[in-house]
């Protein structure tokens, strides 16, 4: 995988430079197309080779594609990493035991921060998609196109991992083993969380981990006026917004409404901010301010989520300014990564179906019960294969057909951009 630097004379490796014309080309075909009065719907390939993505990512470039409504592959990478984070999280205690990982035991105790890195991440890379949309009017052609959008995209995974956990758990019935929490199987609970309304009201779905994707509802709903707002705020509302999205992820409250909304509010003011920003930055942030949430517990009584939505706001902004040196921008560029990225959504929401099956059936077998470690790595395996067969055989087709079915008014034409 080729690396970006300059050679002895000062130029640019060929394959870069090659790069760089084509996606300058692209870029030229993008506004002429809108000159034309065409929508814009400009777009770089999923995965590029590490050496394009760095030259996208030096400063200018970067402002550049905001402008040109084009794909953001690390940050893409970036979703994936969180993905992994959660699963992390989940596997640390297989049939009543707890699992340590050495040097990375961090980050499978704090994983569940990952929730938190798409929160902020989703904020981000929404006001990128949306952004010149939603800035100029609200209307009910763009309304529509991006509630289609929004639907089309998490609503049917959410209801098929919904029936497969009720089917899990009426097999679980028979079998004598209660896998999750049984007040998730009330019907109260089933209509609140097909509805995606059941962190409101404080209750358990049937798939536990659909609560982020409530929350996720709260923001999809706050998003077009948000973006509208923003347009119409002086230069430096950034600021101030991250400040008190800060200071609201620190709140204590019942659920997770309020610190999953502020922390989308803190990824929106991150985008903006980094398409304001002329900076040059020479020492590499964006990795360093990643590891802070999941280390700083060790040495302070940290409580609440302020210093995680702070420190991954702060991830996402450098990133966006980051360049080859940066280490932490070239592995969110790595494609084993960005593939993960790619069918994160599917590795979210399969978790506990997979995991549970995992955890009280394959558990009971004497050679898993002796190897965890080989279990849990067995577990995670078919995890990402069962993710990739429904990415790529239901994600993709259900939300490509609704698009079509629901969505076609002239605001049709969203950009097709990789989108959390």
Not at 79 to 106: C, Q, S, W
């Amino acid at each position: 995988m080729g690396r970006l630097s300059k050679d002895g004379a000062g130029v640019w490796p060929r394959a870069a430079t090659r790069e760089a014309r084509r996606i300058d080309r692209h870029r030229s075909l993008a506004r002429e197309r809108q000159g034309a009065g065409k929508p814009r719907t400009f777009g770089l390939p999923a995965h590029q080779s590490s050496a394009s993505v760095a030259l996208m990512f030096r400063g200018e470039h970067f402002t550049e594609m905001l402008d040109a409504k084009a794909e953001l592959p690390p940050f893409t990478g970036l979703r994936g990493i969180a993905a992994l984070l959660v699963l992390f999280f989940h596997i640390r205690t297989p049939a009543g035991m707890e699992l340590t990982f050495g040097p990375a035991d961090p980050f499978s105790v704090f994983g569940y921060l990952g929730v938190d890195v798409f929160f902020v991440l989703s904020g981000f890379i929404l006001s990128h998609v949306y952004g010149q949309s939603f800035s100029t009017r609200l209307t009910s052609e763009n309304l529509r196109s991006f509630t289609v959008a929004r639907f089309a995209r998490i609503y049917p995974l959410h209801v098929a991992t919904t029936i497969l956990m009720l089917l899990a758990y009426a097999v679980a019935l028979r079998a004598g083993v209660s896998p999750t929490e049984t007040s998730g199987y009330e019907l109260q609970s089933v209509v609140l969380g097909l509805l995606l309304l059941q962190e409101w009201f404080g209750t358990v779905a049937p798939n536990p981990g659909s609560w982020s994707i409530s929350v996720e509802l709260l923001n999809y709903i706050a998003l077009p006026f948000l973006l509208f707002l923003a347009a119409r705020l002086p230069r430096y509302w950034p600021i101030p917004a991250i400040i008190i999205g800060a200071l609201a992820a620190q709140w204590p409250v019942g659920t997770n409404v309020l610190h999953g909304f502020a922390e989308f509010v803190m990824g929106c003011a991150a985008y903006y901010a980094a398409k304001q920003s002329k900076m040059k930055w020479p020492v590499p942030l964006a990795g360093l301010f990643f590891v802070i949430p999941f280390l700083a517990p060790y040495v302070l009584p940290i409580r609440g989520f302020g210093l995680s939505a702070l420190c991954f706001t702060a991830t996402i902004y450098f990133l966006a300014q980051a360049d080859s040196r940066d280490p932490f921008a070239r592995l969110c560029s790595w494609r084993p990564v960005i593939f993960i990225g790619e069918i994160s959504y599917s590795v979210y929401l399969l978790q506990w179906f997979v995991w549970i099956g995992w955890k009280h059936v394959m558990a009971r077998l004497p050679f898993f019960a002796d190897h965890p470690y080989i279990m849990v790595l067995c577990a995670s395996a078919s995890l990402i294969a069962l993710s990739t067969v429904s990415y790529y055989y239901f994600e993709k087709p259900t939300r490509a057909w609704l698009r079509r079915t629901l969505d076609t008014g002239p605001e049709g034409a969203v950009p097709a951009l990789k989108q959390p």
